[in-house]
T-cell receptor, first 117, second 116 residues
Framework: GAVVSQHPSRVICKSGTSVKIECRSL??????MFWYRQFPKQSLMLMAT?????????EQGVEKDKFLINHASLTLSTLTVTSAHPEDSSFYIC?????????????FGPGTRLTVT | AQTVTQSQPEMSVQEAETVTLSCTYD???????LFWYKQPPSRQMILVIR??????QNATENRFSVNFQKAAKSFSLKISDSQLGDAAMYFC?????????????FGTGTRLTIIP
């Protein structure tokens, strides 16, 4: 299957600072990337969808100015959590898809655990 | 809006036995895609199996197979010869067919425990 990497795997930051998470498709070109948030023992909650070279589409209730998403190339998308607060602590997962995939399947990165102190 | 329901929060099965995880969904579309993803303790989401709605034949991937009942909007996952490595959260997911709307709608998940 296609491989997606995510960096860093864990990050601890202080309240009020910003943190950037990278998502890369390693062996395919990702026309679309998705960012999810997952709370303990819960399902994945879609935050936003990004297409290369265009603005991200955010789900209802997700603050655009707080969660900045950039999809600058066909292999890289970044999520920046700005002015992070303890309530932003969570597990963030990216996924990537390509229009060439026959069923539009998505492949997931290993996730990033963010802790805001 | 599409919804995906997994009515079994937890399931357990004896090693080497067979287990079936349930999933139902609601959609007004006639063509769509369905997936099962596995999330082991590492939390890496792994694609297990996929199904196109217009294909009547049930998808199979080694020990994993689905029972797709389109009229009933049911998409269950059968795991045969269960192994310890199958222990994980399993998520059923739905995707609409249209370009520009490729997002997945996930169910709430079923935690599968394998009993040695």
């Amino acid at each position: 299957g296609a491989v997606v990497s995510q960096h860093p795997s864990r990050v601890i930051c202080k309240s009020g600072t910003s943190v950037k998470i990278e998502c890369r498709s390693l062996d395919f070109q990702a026309t679309t990337m998705f960012w999810y948030r997952q709370f303990p023992k819960q399902s994945l909650m879609l935050m936003a969808t990004s297409n290369e070279g265009s603005k991200a589409t955010y789900e209802q209730g997700v603050e655009k100015d707080k969660f900045l998403i950039n999809h600058a190339s066909l292999t890289l998308s970044t999520l920046t959590v700005t002015s992070a607060h303890p309530e932003d602590s969570s597990f963030y997962i990216c996924s990537a898809g390509d229009r060439g995939f026959p069923l539009g399947e998505q492949y997931f990165g290993p996730g990033t655990r963010l802790t805001v102190t | 809006a599409q919804t995906v329901t997994q009515s079994q929060p937890e399931m357990s099965v004896q090693e080497a036995e067979t287990v079936t995880l349930s999933c139902t969904y609601d959609t007004s579309e006639s063509d769509y895609y369905l997936f099962w993803y596995k999330q082991p303790p590492s939390r890496q989401m792994i694609l297990v199996i996929r199904q196109e709605a217009y294909k009547q034949q049930n998808a199979t991937e080694n020990r994993f197979s689905v029972n797709f009942q389109k009229a009933a909007k049911s998409f269950s996952l059968k795991i045969s010869d269960s192994q310890l490595g199958d222990a994980a959260m399993y998520f059923c997911a739905y995707r609409a067919p249209n370009f520009g709307n490729e997002k997945l709608t996930f169910g709430t998940g079923t935690r599968l425990t394998i009993i040695p």
